[in-house]
């Protein structure tokens, strides 16, 4: 528990000034953060018996990434290179005798989409009008969420919520994480009141539906990790694992936070 504090506390450190400062600094704090997170992604895919392309993995995580958040205009041609680039090389790998090459490909393209476009959101919502104040509650309201449904789960959880992915979370701890989602929203709501528009009852409908979607983001990289039957993505965070397992919600929370604060508020 010592470790997984002091963690904490040095992401913050960091983290709290780059996002605050915005920029190139926040920029590449997100960056790196993925990047690592692709490396540990190919990882965890190899111990599940595939073989994606960590190169071109990690290294088109990086490349999207900066194209997205810089060059955005030539996204979809990036992504379209990467995924033919991909293919090419996963079909080298099938004709040097890896019979199954073609489920590689797909592991290489999903790791490149799902860590480099997606990761890309946590600069795009950073980046939209009031930004700071709308990632300060987008992403805090998701930690609240997280934080409840782990405090009421322990005390009162009985029912099993998704028995194969994660065989400790409950409904009640699932209800008890929406629960906390809501008062977050409405609590990081009134505290940004005068610099976004939005309204207590805005912030607990945001805290709803990010604290009922965000822990799919949760189980969604759980299931990777018991196909490849490793606790953790990586130690490279005392105390909480590998950064893949501290941004599987962040991904989903910062695409989710950025169309619902682009559609309905801007």
């Known amino acids: 528990m010592l470790k997984r504090i002091l963690t904490a506390l040095v992401l913050a450190v960091i983290g709290v000034p780059a996002t605050i400062a915005g920029g190139f600094f926040f920029w590449l704090f997100m960056v790196v953060f993925v990047t690592i997170a692709a490396w540990e992604y190919t990882n965890l895919m190899r111990g599940a018996k595939f073989e994606p392309q960590q190169a071109l993995v990690v290294l088109g995580v990086f490349g999207l990434f900066v194209v997205r958040t810089y060059f955005p205009a030539y996204s979809e041609a990036a992504l379209t290179g990467l995924v033919l ?3 090419a090389l996963h079909l080298f790998s099938f004709e040097r005798g890896r019979d199954y090459a073609a489920g590689d490909f797909a592991v290489s393209v999903a790791g490149i989409i799902y860590l480099g476009w997606l990761g890309a959101y946590l600069v ?3 980046e ?5 104040f709308w990632f300060f509650l987008i992403l805090p309201t998701v930690w609240f969420a997280d934080s409840g449904a782990y405090l009421v789960g322990k005390q009162i959880g009985k029912h099993k919520f998704s028995p194969r992915l994660s065989p400790k979370k409950t409904w ?5 994480g929406v629960l906390f989602g809501v008062l977050g929203g409405i609590l990081f709501a009134w505290l940004w009141r005068e610099q976004i528009s939005v309204t207590l009852l805005n912030g607990a ?4 539906f990010m604290a009922s979607l965000t822990p799919l983001g949760d189980l969604g990289e759980s299931m990777i990790k018991r196909q490849a039957g490793m606790k953790d993505s990586s130690h490279i965070l005392p105390g909480h694992g590998g950064v893949f397992d501290r941004i599987d919600t962040w991904l989903w929370a910062s695409a989710l936070g950025y169309y619902v604060v682009s559609w309905f508020f801007l």
């Not at 939209?128 to 700071?132: D, F, K, N, R, T």
């Not at 409908?205 to 709803?208: A, K």
Request: without cysteine; charged residues 15%.
């Open 128 to 132: 939209l009008p009031g930004g700071l």
């Open 205 to 208: 409908l945001i805290g709803l």
């Open 172 to 176: 009640e701890g699932y209800f008890g």
């Open 85 to 87: 680039l991909a293919m």
């Open 124 to 126: 795009k919502l950073r």
